[in-house]
């Protein structure tokens, strides 16, 4: 693994081991940190220079992991050939023990997960296949409260973020649409279609959601079917397109982030080559 910033990779992280599935960072205790996922189950903790902090390893795969408070890793035990339903448990990666029960009820397995702050509290939001929505905390590793979408169209990728001062889930769906609900009470706010081809241009390869100065916003990779990956950057409060970014060389986008360059508002993106590109959304 290597760990960048936006100007240059300042360290390389491990020794080779699982694919890494998931990483974040963040403060813990006073220092930064930086922790890993991997898909053998192992979750890690590195220090600003390389140094391991932390590793234990969780029965199943490591599909998510956030530096909020503590570091948590989320793994999931799920054969899309004979499960029903997947057993999602939340670890905190510093000791290597279990938070809070296992969950046994993912219909599918999860489909879209999330990680946000309801009620002052640290949150993972995760969706499964009966298009259920489960807001956890953090803390605890109990569910406060779920919901279901309600309508055609599964849930793909999930993503929290800020609507007028209140927070919200960002969604993307299989009907090709882009929706907004209220994450504590689960009443959808916004819905707007990806295109005039719904639903036969369904497809996102990535999501994020932020602010663009005061402005709500949304990035998606968009990849409709039988066609090239195309990212949008979102006005969350009217639906209105900002932006479309073109991918310019390397392949389709497949990974997201807000972030901020020498004072300028920037998209961040992915490819699975491993090439990364950086978008200016505004003027510094």
């Known amino acids: 693994m290597v760990a960048w910033d936006l100007n240059a990779a300042v360290t390389s992280l491990g020794d080779g081991g699982g694919a890494v599935t998931a990483m974040a960072a963040g403060e813990l205790g006073g220092r930064q940190v930086t922790a890993s996922g991997h898909g053998d189950g192992r979750m890690r903790l590195w220090g600003p220079r390389g140094e391991s902090l932390a590793s234990h390893r969780a029965g ?3 599909v998510a992991v956030t530096v909020a408070g503590r570091a948590v890793a989320v793994s999931q035990k ?36 999330a990680f946000g702050r309801l009620g002052g509290h640290d ?40 609507l007028k001062g209140k927070p919200v889930l960002v969604c993307t769906h299989l009907d090709a649409s882009l929706r907004v609900y209220d994450l ?16 036969d241009d369904r497809g996102a390869a990535a999501l994020v959601a932020g602010r663009l100065g005061d402005v709500p916003v949304a990035a998606v990779a968009h990849a409709p079917w039988g066609g090239d990956v195309v990212v949008r950057v979102w006005n969350l409060d ?28 920037v998209l961040a993106g ?4 491993g090439l990364l590109q950086v978008w200016s959304l505004g003027p510094a």
């Not at 448990?89 to 993912?106: A, E, F």
């Not at 905390?137 to 973020?161: K, M, N, P, V, Y």
């Open 238 to 265: 009217d639906g209105e397109i900002v932006g479309v970014l073109g991918a310019g060389e390397g392949g389709p986008i497949r990974r997201l982030a807000l972030a901020e360059l020498d004072g300028r508002p």
């Open 270 to 273: 992915a490819d699975d080559g």
């Open 60 to 62: 199943d795969p490591i």
């Open 184 to 199: 504590a009470t689960g009443k959808r706010r916004k819905k707007w279609d990806f295109s005039v081809r719904s639903p």
């Open 123 to 162: 949150v993972l939001v995760t969706g499964d296949g009966g298009q259920r929505v489960r807001v956890w905390r953090l803390s605890t590793g109990r569910q406060t409260h779920s919901f279901h979408t309600g309508e055609i169209g599964g849930i793909e990728l999930l993503a929290c973020g800020e």
């Open 78 to 113: 799920y054969d899309g050939m004979k499960d029903l339903r997947s057993g999602v448990r939340l670890w905190d990666i510093s000791t290597g023990k279990q938070i809070g029960p296992t969950i046994n009820d993912h219909f599918q397995g999860i489909h879209g997960l």
